[in-house]
């Protein structure tokens, strides 16, 4: 599996930004992480592919972001709203077979896209 992620940029406070990630091959699940430097990566939301349960978030994203997906087209969104300067990071796609109830560890994604940079000014 491959993920080729993008969307990233600088914008402000209160502002959205979409991220997209396209993957080669058919993960049963797409997700996004995140990550600040010196810092580990953070969960932020995952999804199953084939449906059939709740889309999973942070607490420090509940209710800001939305991920969503389109299975013709192997891809996976991150909708971000209202964006805070504490959600400047890197985030990266990441993906995995099938769905596990210990989604929020990044250890449990075999599969990495590249990251790309959201940066948020104040």
């Known amino acids: 599996v491959q993920l080729q992620a993008s969307g990233g940029g600088l914008v402000q406070a209160g502002d959205s930004l979409r991220l997209s990630c396209v993957a080669s091959?058919?993960?049963?699940?797409l997700g996004w992480f995140r990550q600040t430097p010196g810092k580990e990566h953070e969960f932020v939301a995952a999804i199953n592919m084939g449906g059939g349960r709740t889309p999973r978030y942070a607490d420090s994203v509940k209710g800001r972001f939305t991920i969503s997906k389109d299975n013709a087209k192997s891809t996976v969104y991150l909708q971000m709203g209202s964006l805070k300067p504490e959600d400047t990071a890197v985030y990266y796609c990441v993906a995995r077979a099938y769905w596990t109830v210990q989604y929020y560890d990044s250890n449990e994604y075999a599969y990495w896209g590249q990251g790309t940079q959201v940066t948020v000014s104040s």
């Open positions: 091959g058919r993960p049963g699940v």
